[in-house]
Nanobody
Framework: QVQLVESGGGLAQAGGSLRLSCAAS????????MGWFRQAPGKEREFVAA????????VYADSVKGRFTISRDNAKHTVYLQMNSLKPEDTATYYC?????????????????WGQGTQVTVSS
């Protein structure tokens, strides 16, 4: 069993920054890709970013490209999401997830473990 615990959410002003962390427990963290998703009230969950095991392959949603950076530290079993130039439309609950695959993918159906989420609120 794998547990994922997100942290780092909070309130930020438009143009500001936040850094999310996701700590994983369990032995299957390293071989798999990790991803971040988000869900705003009344909307479907959407893909944000994903990273391969080695960190050499990364995929971003167009809406966050150039503003968000995903990274991981396999020794610490942790994946990060650095969010810069935040916009009010980035307001959502952010979830990290562990993929079945080694390569980063945007399809939520490929992710088998999910965290509980951390709230990010961006004020204008």
């Amino acid at each position: 069993q794998v547990q994922l615990v997100e942290s780092g959410g909070g309130l930020a002003q438009a143009g500001g920054s936040l850094r999310l962390s996701c700590a994983a427990s369990g032995s299957i963290f390293s071989p798999n890709a990790m991803g971040w998703f988000r869900q705003a009230p009344g909307k479907e969950r959407e893909f944000v970013a994903a990273i391969s095991r080695s960190g050499s392959s990364i995929v971003y949603a167009d809406s966050v490209k150039g503003r968000f950076t995903i990274s991981r530290d396999n020794a610490k079993h942790t994946v990060y999401l650095q969010m810069n130039s935040l916009k009010p439309e980035d307001t959502a609950t952010y979830y990290c997830a562990l993929s079945r695959a080694a390569v980063p993918e945007a399809r939520a159906t490929l992710y088998m473990y999910w965290g509980q989420g951390t709230q990010v609120t961006v004020s204008s």
